[in-house]
T-cell receptor, first 113, second 120 residues
Framework: QKEVEQDPGPLSVPEGAIVSLNCTYS??????FMWYRQYSRKGPELLMY????GNKEDGRFTAQVDKSSKYISLFIRDSQPSDSATYLC?????????????FGKGTKLSVIP | GAVVSQHPSRVICKSGTSVKIECRSL??????MFWYRQFPKQSLMLMAT?????????EQGVEKDKFLINHASLTLSTLTVTSAHPEDSSFYIC????????????????FGSGTRLTVV
C-alpha cells in the first residue's frame, strides 16, 4: 500500500463549481497536513496547513482532515479559471524545526470559463 | 512573506557536462533547505536535505557524487548535477522554511520556482 494516494485526475469543472480534492494516507504517524497548489512549470505554493481533525477555512478554500479514516480533502468554492493548477497534498511527522514532507502525486484541475 | 529564488529557471546542457542550480532565501535565513526532483505527472521526490555548514543528507538511491550539494551560507544552497546524462533531465525544486516568519510561511515550506533541466 502506498503511503499517500491521490487521484491524479485530470479534473475539469465549470467556473463557479465546488471542487473536491482528496488524499488518503496509510502512515498514522503523520500529524501535519498541507495542501499545495502548483502552476505549470512553477514550484508549489502552500495553500492550507492544519494539524488536527476537522475543518479549516480560508476564503474559498476549506481543508478537512479525518484522522480516523486517514483521509484529507480540499474544497474550493466558486471555482475560478485562475484555480486551474495541480493540487498536491503533503504530510509530515512534525511541524517543529526542519521536517520532511511526503507528497501525493497531485491532481490536475481545470476550471472552464 | 517568505520568498525563495531559484536560478536558472531553465537550462539545456550537453551530456557529460555539469550544471549548477542556485537556491536563495531572499528575506530570511534558512539553516535547512530541501532539494526535490519532479518527473512529469509524478510527485515531488525528495533528493537531499541541505544543511548550512555541514554535509547534505541524501535520500536512498540518490548518488551524492553525482548531485553535489553545497550550503555555504544561511541564504544559499547549490545543487550541481555532475556529468549529466539524458536521464537526469527533470524539474528540480528547492524549498526552505522561514521559522521566524508569519502565518503560512512559518508553518509550511516555501518553494523556489524550479529549474527545468534538459540534457541532450
Amino acid at each position: 500500500q502506498k503511503e499517500v494516494e491521490q487521484d491524479p485526475g485530470p479534473l475539469s469543472v465549470p467556473e463557479g463549481a465546488i471542487v473536491s480534492l482528496n488524499c488518503t494516507y496509510s502512515n498514522s504517524a503523520f500529524q501535519y497536513f498541507m495542501w499545495y497548489r502548483q502552476y505549470s512549470r512553477k514550484g508549489p505554493e502552500l495553500l492550507m496547513y492544519t494539524y488536527s481533525s476537522g475543518n479549516k477555512e480560508d476564503g474559498r478554500f476549506t481543508a478537512q482532515v479525518d484522522k480516523s479514516s486517514k483521509y484529507i480533502s480540499l474544497f474550493i468554492r466558486d471555482s475560478q479559471p485562475s484555480d486551474s493548477a495541480t493540487y498536491l497534498c503533503a504530510f509530515s511527522y512534525s511541524g517543529a524545526g526542519s521536517y520532511q514532507l511526503t507528497f501525493g502525486k497531485g491532481t490536475k484541475l481545470s476550471v472552464i470559463p | 512573506g517568505a520568498v525563495v529564488s531559484q536560478h536558472p529557471s531553465r537550462v539545456i546542457c550537453k551530456s557529460g557536462t555539469s550544471v549548477k542550480i542556485e537556491c536563495r532565501s531572499l528575506d530570511f535565513q534558512a539553516t535547512t533547505m530541501f532539494w526535490y526532483r519532479q518527473f512529469p505527472k509524478q510527485s515531488l521526490m525528495l533528493m537531499a536535505t541541505s544543511n548550512e555548514g555541514s554535509k547534505a543528507t541524501y535520500e536512498q538511491g540518490v548518488e551524492k557524487d553525482k548531485f553535489l550539494i553545497n550550503h555555504a551560507s544561511l541564504t544559499l544552497s547549490t545543487l550541481t548535477v555532475t556529468s549529466a546524462h539524458p536521464e537526469d533531465s527533470s524539474f528540480y525544486i528547492c524549498s526552505a522554511r522561514d521559522i521566524g516568519g508569519q502565518g503560512l510561511s512559518n508553518y509550511g515550506y516555501t518553494f523556489g520556482s524550479g529549474t527545468r533541466l534538459t540534457v541532450v
